[in-house]
């Protein structure tokens, strides 16, 4: 480093420490980025504890079954507890297991979809469509609002920080009358504008990564297996979009326009990529792929047999779904015993065969619009940073759609678990606990080439303005 270039930095050095403001600013980020890390931190902390609180009500509800078979039955509460453990006809839509999607250790800093979907479901095994689409309440204002996370402050709020530190600095020499005394030095305009805005690059870029490694290291420990990459694209990302916004400051600055210019092209610019862009995007992809969750409504209505006590009706039903499940048709007391509850297992299962053709369209649109939308990521790498931190933290969209895609899977280890003793009469022994159907879902191999992919076009998109506006930023300025 030259003795040119280390006495522009003490002088900017100077100049930062004696502006107060802009030393208030950075405080005001930072105590931002402490509440951003606590605001995550205590939504997915209740998340946990709803999490610990099911899965503690399954395990009681389970010892209490597997406990009936050791148990002296001594009151009629013992004996029901024993009917619903051992006999099938009730046990099939009794017996709960919890299907659930933990958060990441990540997720407190980019909370994503998950105050939007359900992270857990309990699933007996009635009607798979009417347990997934019976939604939990929800606070639509907080929906509405969003979350202050680190992502929302980093996403949103650093790039502000950004244009409030360097939208000044060619035309502020230029105003003050200054620009004249820079010419006549052996350093180039150019070179002074990259020192400055090095500079201030290091300065909050560094308050980024210092607010993330913060974050990283509260939320979990960066250095396990499966924290070590999320932890290096997370701070790999905030330093390339950082980059971009101080490419993009340097492009505006080499317009060589006033303070005014340069302000309000920067405001534009935060505003088209933050706020028009994605609501330009969020427009045509509701026109393109149009939901409708009126069908969907109507699938959690409960329903039932139209008269119970009608054997031919419910002889009927039986046939129908057995029709669907030949392997459950072989009892020889298939039609004497347990009518009603063969009737209603195999009600319930129709019904979601029937309307499987409504529920896979829907989920074949909501999949489209995501597909459609991703393809337009490059337009605004804000947005496209916004979807690398939840893809970081497992918490956007596709992690979700797997979860219910998992779902079906479980369900339908859950019926043939219960139906196949239903249907053969076979009551349920303590050692069928041992087997006792289990939630699995697979990990998505394809998330690191989507986080790196998306990683590359911030970095493509930072280069591109930084190369324009180092073009346009030429030796000689004309004062």
């Known amino acids: 480093m030259n003795r040119q270039i280390q006495t522009l930095i003490r002088y900017e050095w100077k100049t930062f420490v004696r502006n ?26 209740a998340q ?16 209490q079954y597997k406990g009936s078979f050791t148990t002296e039955m001594e009151n009629q509460t013992q004996e029901q507890t024993h009917d619903i453990a051992s006999r099938p006809e009730y046990a099939w839509y009794r017996h709960g297991y919890h299907a659930i999607l933990p958060p990441h250790d990540y997720a407190p800093l980019a909370i994503g979809q998950r105050d939007l979907f359900r992270y857990y479901y309990r699933l007996t095994g009635t009607s798979l469509h009417y347990q997934l689409f019976e939604n939990e309440l929800a606070n639509p204002v907080n929906l509405l609002a969003g979350n202050f996370d680190l992502s929302f402050l980093l996403v949103y ?5 950004i244009i409030a530190f360097c939208y000044g600095l060619f035309s502020s020499e230029k105003e003050s009358g200054t620009l004249a005394l820079l010419q006549i030095q052996a350093v180039s305009i150019r070179k002074i504008m990259l020192v400055r805005l090095a500079f201030y690059f290091v300065l909050i870029t560094g308050l980024a990564i210092f607010i993330s490694l913060l974050g990283l290291c509260l939320s979990g420990n960066p250095f396990t297996e499966e924290n070590f990459l999320p932890s290096i694209a997370w701070v790999i990302g905030t330093t390339l979009y950082c980059a971009f916004w101080f490419g993009l400051l340097f492009l505006i600055i080499s317009f060589k326009k006033g303070s005014a210019f340069n302000a309000i092209s920067a405001a534009g610019c935060w505003l088209l990529l933050l706020i028009v862009v994605p609501a330009v995007l969020n427009v045509i992809v509701t026109v393109k792929y149009p939901l409708s969750s009126a069908t969907l409504a109507g699938l959690t209505r409960r329903t039932g047999l139209e008269n119970e006590d009608d054997e031919e009706e419910s002889k009927e039903v039986i046939m129908e779904f057995l029709a669907h499940k030949p392997e459950l048709a072989g009892s020889d007391s298939l039609m004497k015993n347990n009518m009603l509850p063969k009737a209603y297992a195999a009600f319930t299962t129709l019904k979601d065969i029937n309307s499987q053709q409504e529920v896979d369209h829907y989920n074949d649109k909501v999949a489209k619009r995501n597909q459609w939308t991703s393809q337009f990521l490059w337009l605004s790498p804000a947005v496209n940073m916004q979807e690398i931190l939840a ?14 895609n998992a779902l079906a ?27 006792l159907p289990v939630f699995e879902m697979s990990e998505d191999l394809n998330r690191g080439n989507i986080i790196w992919f998306g990683l590359g076009k911030i970095l493509i998109a930072a280069g591109l303005v930084f190369l324009v506006g180092f073009f346009r930023m030429r030796k000689g300025v004309k004062q």
Not at 157 to 161: E, G, I, V, Y
Request: hydrophobic residues 45%; negative net charge.
């Open 157 to 161: 709020l650093f790039p502000l920080l």
């Open 20 to 45: 107060k403001f802009q030393l208030l600013l950075l405080v005001i980020t930072f105590l931002f980025g402490l509440y951003a890390i606590y605001y995550g931190q205590s939504e997915i902390n």
């Open 391 to 404: 893809e970081i933290t497992q918490t956007d969209l596709n992690t979700f759609l797997d979860f219910q």
């Open 409 to 435: 899977d479980f369900h339908g280890k859950i019926t043939d678990f219960y139906f196949t003793r239903l249907f053969w009469d076979r009551p349920i022994l303590l050692e069928d606990y041992e087997q």
């Open 48 to 63: 946990r504890e709803t999490i610990n609180a099911v899965t503690a009500l399954e395990t009681e509800e389970f010892s």
